[in-house]
């Protein structure tokens, strides 16, 4: 019998890719691979991606990873805690996000004159870190005034945004733009603005300015309560084998302990050998699924995938209990067999 693997298809992932670049032309994109590339392996994308220019890591440890296998690509990390990390990502050739001006102190000092490059964060209004509108002027005087002493090099200006509404994400964006005005007039001269991520950077060209974040559609994972993006797929398949059957249901060897949520028992479909069938609930180690003809033990049955089985993608999954798709495949446990396809 095979067990619960998450069967990760490596030339959809570069197919994902290969559409994003092209339809973000002429802006750059940024691949991240955030929380292990959210589940399917750091390694094993980075590799499937062939060239790629830019790579967002959010912690330095997965920075280095991600600059071990892409020697050539500009990796962006923006979550550093402590002194050390500030080296490390020197010594690896990172780019490093400041949104706050002590930290902007702190790498300057780490740096000791080495030019780290940094990316300014502006809060549009997000308020996941970032400084201040009203506090911005005087942050990227001083920024002016640490690159001038060799001790950083701002290389980009960039920030999160809401992705709420079409009027809440153009505030955005009007602040955004004065703020590279701001740092322009302070003496600096960004490389790159980075202010759209994997919706706003499909769906709208007017935010994708120089360089686009993807991370979800990367993956084939949508946006919650969004259509389904053209030539974006779900590039991974979890699959549990059926463990016993009944008359009338299946067991399947996966359960919240490998990560599944226990609230989706009841509310979704998976896909089995016959189609799609009801999800009917979601123990510690097992779950039970609405049978059908001819079940047998070592059947797969797909908890979630592209659908070629009547599964349903990770997004609907989260949408049935008021999550993301994003969360559903970080979940699944590190413990579950990764198994690549493709590539």
């Known amino acids: 019998m095979t067990g619960l693997r998450l069967r990760v298809d490596l030339d959809r992932v570069a197919a994902n890719f290969a559409t994003l670049r092209a339809r973000s032309a002429p802006a750059d994109v940024m691949?991240?691979?955030k929380d292990d590339a959210y589940g399917h392996g750091v390694e094993a994308i980075?590799?499937?991606?062939?060239?790629?220019?830019?790579?967002?890591?959010?912690d330095v440890a997965t920075g280095i990873r991600a600059r071990r296998l892409a020697p050539?690509?500009?990796?962006?990390?923006?979550?550093?805690?402590?002194?050390?990390?500030?080296?490390?990502?020197?010594?690896?050739d990172l780019d490093l996000g400041v949104g706050d001006a002590g930290y902007l102190e702190e790498v300057a000092a780490v740096s000791g004159g080495r030019g780290?490059?940094?990316?300014?964060?502006?809060?549009?209004?997000?308020?996941?870190?970032?400084?201040?509108?009203e506090d911005w002027a005087p942050f990227v005087a001083r920024a002016a005034e640490l690159e001038a002493a060799g001790d950083i090099a701002?290389?980009?200006?960039?920030?999160?945004?809401?992705?709420?509404s079409d009027d809440d994400d153009d505030r955005a964006r009007g602040e955004f733009t004065r703020a590279v005005a701001a740092a322009r007039a302070a003496g600096l001269s960004p490389e790159v603005r980075h202010l759209a991520a994997s919706a706003a950077g499909h769906a709208r060209p007017e935010f994708r300015l120089d360089l686009v974040r993807f991370g979800a559609f990367v993956y084939g994972v949508r946006s919650a309560d969004g259509h389904d993006v053209d030539g974006i797929r779900p590039a991974a398949t979890l699959?549990?084998?059926?463990?016993?059957?009944?008359?009338?249901?299946?067991?399947?060897?996966?359960?919240?302990l490998d990560g599944l949520l226990s609230s989706?028992?009841?509310?979704?479909?998976?896909?089995?050998p016959h189609g799609a069938r009801a999800l009917m609930s979601v123990g510690l180690g097992t779950s039970t699924v609405d049978g059908w003809p001819g079940a047998a033990v070592g059947d797969d049955v797909?908890?979630?995938?592209?659908?070629?089985?009547?599964?349903?993608?990770?997004?609907?999954?989260?949408?049935?209990?008021?999550?993301?798709?994003?969360?559903?495949?970080?979940?699944?446990?590190?413990l579950v067999a990764r198994e690549y396809v493709g590539g």
């Open 31 to 33: 691949v991240v691979v």
């Open 46 to 58: 980075v590799g499937a991606l062939g060239e790629v220019a830019w790579i967002g890591s959010f």
């Open 72 to 92: 050539a690509a500009r990796v962006f990390t923006w979550a550093v805690e402590e002194a050390a990390e500030i080296s490390a990502a020197i010594e690896a």
């Open 116 to 133: 780290i490059r940094v990316h300014l964060k502006i809060d549009t209004g997000l308020h996941r870190n970032g400084v201040r509108p």
């Open 154 to 164: 701002v290389t980009g200006i960039w920030s999160h945004i809401a992705e709420a």
């Open 239 to 256: 699959l549990a084998p059926v463990t016993s059957v009944t008359a009338d249901t299946v067991e399947i060897g996966a359960g919240s």
């Open 264 to 272: 989706l028992g009841g509310r979704v479909s998976v896909g089995t």
């Open 302 to 334: 797909a908890i979630f995938g592209p659908g070629d089985s009547g599964e349903s993608s990770a997004t609907t999954l989260a949408e049935a209990v008021g999550t993301v798709g994003e969360e559903i495949l970080v979940r699944i446990s590190p």
